[in-house]
């Protein structure tokens, strides 16, 4: 594992796995197609966007200019902000994959998570230039940051939808059905998760209060 | 033996108890520090302790006044140049008091009665205003009418209650506040009447209501209303206009109109006001580019026994714009600048100088500020800090014109008070119209001003781009030039390469 790093071979393929990223953007339904049934992609490739990912939405934090983004520092947990990307990404990735995994969908739990980094694409492409432009415009100007900034949510949430339908072999329609599927099993995730905690908690806090009501007796 | 286990298990206990209550005491002692007496609100509306603004000269109570009748339940206050009126409401009379200097208030006149009509004496007078004539109007509560009287208090006019169709006729007429224009038209507030101020013209005639607040409701409670039985409906709140509590005309002419009748829900959905500046249609032009809405504290917390939104009883005006709002549930004032500002809020509940009871009346006189409060049964005089001082020089000052004093003075107030946004704001404000602009951006940024950052920004990038034409001209052409170049060159190569000359 470690040798395959010194060769020459391992590095050309990531370098053109993650350019292949850019044939994504531009081709939305034959890039992803290729992704997975052509091995074009690497994972390699998919957890370098979703770090340039993580690390352009911590950077915007600093260099955006305070006109379009005003950051509360005392409050700023850099943990909790970088989960607010993770953490839907895995509810996503997790239930996209058990829902499509009962109804014919080819896509493995890996290549959902590939896929759907490679669809992540445009933000950290778009968002740098615009967090560099953000500094040298003025209020008035702030339009084109507000209608970018949007089109570049916009531009990989819709890269994902296709990726999803390439990588598991599906219709439009039923694409789309599965993407709202998809949502819904990611609110149903964190139901169960908050069940799950507030049950331990309860768990943890029954044995807490008998010890103290032992010490009391003590 | 089991005397020993016993003997380590009380000591560990013991241990642990200590260990356990120290910190707690600890954290008790940190949490008694209460916010300052005056604060302000900072760009993401935490309170910053400040300096204070305005310092209490002195307490004017029965007493100190000289009075042989106690005050009793005070509720009107008019300043008039140096003069100033106090309607001691319990009483049935008007106090006149001369102003000697911040801590000598000599009584001149206890008007209690006027010539001219059967019935010369007043009832329970809460509002007492005086025209550039000279003429005095009394809100007269307990009679049911407007006064108007010449200076030597013979009677000129009475005003009573309005003849209008819209107007239950049931209702007793209860002028309670007051104000007059330059032609002597009369604007007044009467309990129970919410249809806006009340407009008499200077003849007397009623002439309509002006400003009256709009009518919100939700969509949702209106058809619950539909639904709802006779018994259901007397119990929910009524679809009406709030009543305003007070009044002030300001130096141009503008009433600016205060009431607390309103709910947190309503203030902070936008849906109501708590001043209002109304000018002669009737309309609001109260300038709100304040990061922080209108109404007095934006944190409503239950601390110390008082919640809910502050209570506007009370409004004065400088002539510098700055308007003071006198809030009755926290016994706070809020000073506010003609671009809606918060420049400072002091005070509190509580029996020391410089705490209230029940403050109803808020008047000044060039920058100090006389409070009544009607259950201590007292006039609490401040005058302005040192820093507050600073604060309306360096206003006065920009609004001059002399913006590089102005600045000096924001500096000066910014070494005061380090927490004070409208210093950082203004030094760059200084600095934008001094062409200044890289320090003013600097300044405006620290505050997060964005519309003045931009104004700042806007010339120096204009400045910049003047500055660097020919370094950008050059980058730009080589950023054309060079892969043009380097692409001539590669075809050249190509096609000498390609040429079937060196073939054959």
């Known amino acids: 594992m470690v040798s395959s790093l010194t060769k020459k071979e391992t590095w050309s393929e990531y370098w053109r796995s993650l350019k292949f990223a850019f044939y994504c953007m531009t081709h939305p339904v034959d890039g992803f197609w290729d992704l997975t049934h052509e091995h074009r992609g690497t994972y390699a490739a998919a957890n370098t966007i979703l770090i340039a990912t993580l690390i352009v939405r911590l950077a915007k934090l600093r260099f955006t200019s305070f006109l379009f983004l005003q950051v509360y520092w005392e409050e700023l947990n850099i943990f909790l902000y970088l989960a607010s990307v993770l953490f839907p990404l895995a509810l996503w990735v997790i239930g996209n994959w058990a829902l499509t995994t009962l109804f014919d969908g080819k896509g493995k739990l890996g290549q959902v998570y590939m896929a759907t980094c490679y669809g992540l694409i445009p933000y950290p492409v778009i968002q740098f230039p615009l967090m560099l432009l953000s500094n040298v415009v003025t209020v008035e100007e702030g339009q084109f940051y507000s209608v970018l900034s949007a089109l570049s949510l916009v531009y990989a949430a819709i890269l994902i939808v296709s990726a999803m339908g390439q990588i598991h072999e599906f219709s439009a329609g039923k694409n789309l059905l599965f993407t709202v599927a998809s949502l819904f099993a990611m609110l149903v995730q964190v139901f169960i998760l908050t069940i799950f905690f507030s049950m331990i908690s309860q768990g943890v806090l029954y044995f807490i209060s008998l010890v103290r009501e032992f010490l009391f007796r003590l | ?504």
């Open chain 2, 1 to 504: 033996m089991k005397n020993i286990t016993r003997f380590i298990s009380i000591a560990l206990l013991g241990i642990i108890v200590a260990v356990g209550i120290t910190p707690i005491t600890a954290l008790a002692d940190a949490s008694t520090g209460d916010t300052s007496y005056t604060y302000n609100l900072d760009y993401w509306g935490d309170v910053q302790d400040s300096p204070d603004f305005y310092t209490v000269s002195k307490v004017f109570t029965s007493s100190e006044l000289g009075l042989d009748v106690k005050l009793k339940a005070p509720e009107g206050l008019f300043s008039y140049g140096d003069l100033l009126y106090v309607c001691d409401t319990g009483n049935n009379r008007i106090i006149e008091l001369k102003r000697v200097s911040s801590e000598k208030f000599d009584v001149l006149r206890i008007i209690d009665s006027f010539k001219g009509d059967p019935n010369s004496t007043f009832n329970a007078p809460s509002d007492i205003a005086i025209s550039e004539e000279g003429n005095y109007f009394i809100a007269d509560r307990g009679n049911g009418r407007i006064l108007k009287l010449d200076p030597d208090f013979n009677l000129i006019l009475t005003f009573d209650k309005p003849v209008d169709n819209t107007l239950d006729p049931s209702i007793t007429f209860q002028p309670n506040k007051i104000v007059i224009d330059t032609a002597e038209r009369v604007y007044c507030i009467a309990t129970g009447i919410n249809k806006g101020l009340i407009k008499y013209e200077p003849d007397g005639t009623f002439s309509g209501f002006v400003g009256a607040t709009k009518v919100t409701y939700d969509f949702l409670d209106y058809i619950w209303k539909k639904f709802a039985t006779q018994a259901q409906r007397a119990q929910m709140e009524n679809f009406v206009p709030t009543e305003y509590d007070n009044v002030y005309m300001d130096h141009e002419g503008f009433v600016y109109a205060c009431t607390g009748a309103v709910t947190r829900e309503d203030l902070r959905a936008e849906k109501a006001d708590a001043v209002r500046k109304i000018n002669l249609m009737g309309n609001d032009i109260l300038v709100r580019n304040g990061e922080w809405p209108i109404y007095g504290d934006i944190h409503m917390g239950s601390g110390g026994g008082y919640e809910g939104p502050s209570y506007f009883s009370d409004v004065t005006v400088f002539t510098n714009d700055i308007f003071v709002c006198l809030d009755r549930n926290r016994g706070r004032c809020f000073g506010y600048d003609d671009q809606g500002h918060l420049v400072f809020a002091f005070g509190g509940n509580g029996n020391m100088d410089g705490y209230f009871r029940r403050p109803v009346a808020i008047e000044h006189y060039n920058h100090d500020l006389y409070v009544l409060d009607t259950l201590d049964c007292a006039i609490t005089v401040f005058v302005p800090t040192e820093f507050g001082a600073l604060v309306y020089d360096a206003i006065d000052k920009f609004d001059q014109g002399d913006y590089t004093a102005s600045g000096e003075s924001w500096e000066r107030v910014m070494q005061l008070n380090g927490n004070y946004d409208l210093a950082y704001i203004g030094i760059g404000r200084s600095y934008l119209r001094q062409e200044r602009y890289k320090e003013a951006m600097d300044y405006f940024e620290v505050k997060y001003d964005d519309e003045n950052y931009s104004k700042a920004f806007k010339q120096y990038r204009k400045e910049w781009v003047e500055d660097h034409i020919a370094v950008i001209v050059i980058v730009l052409l080589a950023m054309f030039l060079i892969p043009m170049g380097i692409g001539k060159v590669r075809s050249i190569k190509h096609e000498i390469d390609t040429a079937d000359i060196f073939n054959t």
